[in-house]
């Protein structure tokens, strides 16, 4: 059990609909990341939270947006749905500047 | 640029025999760190070990071991007397110092150990 908690594990939905994924990290961490996992792209980073306020972005849709909140949880925003954003959605913690980043058991977003 | 190549996508071998894993990096930065992530069957990422760029020191962790090699720019991971367990995907990663240390991930090898 790595600590970080991701809800929830599987999340069916159609095209054009709207979805919330949720983190809580391990206890003490201040830095989230998420990161997308699929066939072609591979495990992509997608962004950066430390201590509330955004820290980095990568290859982030603009219909994708995150936030972290006050008790460290951060939520990943996904609107709009596609077929193509079918994918398992990582949620990982650390506990400081390069220190191994922790990760949840992920989310499965199905798109129908 | 920063990238992991992951050369091998799929390895098999059979219960008891060693295979070592292959991973390089590229990085313009001299301070980076490496990392092992393994994700079994069930879809999770498990950490493994991290390096820092300035310690070559190779690593051994039980059947685990790491060669860390500046010079070939090579982070590889052997695994001795493979077991079914082990079986999964492993994932080579790369950090570099700065505002963000988002992991950079190689394509990953699947290794597939038959009893």
């Known amino acids: 059990d790595s600590g970080v908690t991701q809800t929830p594990k599987h999340l069916i939905t159609a095209t054009g609909q709207r979805v919330t994924l949720r983190c809580s990290p391990r206890?003490?961490?201040?830095?989230v990341y998420w990161y997308q996992q699929s066939l072609d792209q591979g495990l992509q980073f997608l962004i950066q939270?430390?201590?509330?306020?955004?820290?980095a972005k990568g290859n982030i849709l603009e219909r994708f947006s995150a936030q972290q909140f006050p008790d460290l949880h951060s939520e990943l925003n996904l609107s709009s749905l596609e077929l193509g954003d079918s994918a398992l959605y990582f949620c990982?913690?650390?506990?400081?500047?390069?220190?191994?980043?922790?990760f949840g058991d992920g989310t499965r977003l199905s798109i129908l | 640029a920063q990238k992991v190549t992951q050369a091998q996508t799929e390895i098999s071998v059979v219960e008891k025999e060693d295979v070592t894993l292959d991973c390089v990096y590229e990085?313009?930065?001299?301070?980076?760190?490496l990392f092992w992530y393994k994700q079994p069957p069930s879809g999770e990422l498990v950490f493994l070990i991290r390096?820092?760029?300035?310690?070559?020191q190779n690593e051994i962790s039980g059947r685990y071991s790491w060669n860390f090699q500046k010079s070939t720019s090579s982070f590889n991971f052997t695994i001795t007397a493979s077991q079914v367990v082990d079986s999964a995907v492993y994932f080579c990663?790369?950090?570099?110092?700065?505002?963000?240390?988002?992991?950079?991930f190689g394509t990953g090898t699947r290794l597939q150990v038959f009893p």
């Open positions: 990663a790369l950090s570099e110092a700065g505002n963000t240390d988002k992991l950079i």
């Open positions: 990982a913690s650390s506990s400081g500047t390069n220190q191994p980043q922790h």
């Open positions: 390096r820092n760029s300035f310690d070559e």
């Open positions: 206890s003490g961490d201040l830095s």
């Open positions: 990085t313009r930065d001299t301070t980076y760190y």
């Open positions: 939270y430390y201590n509330g306020e955004e820290r």
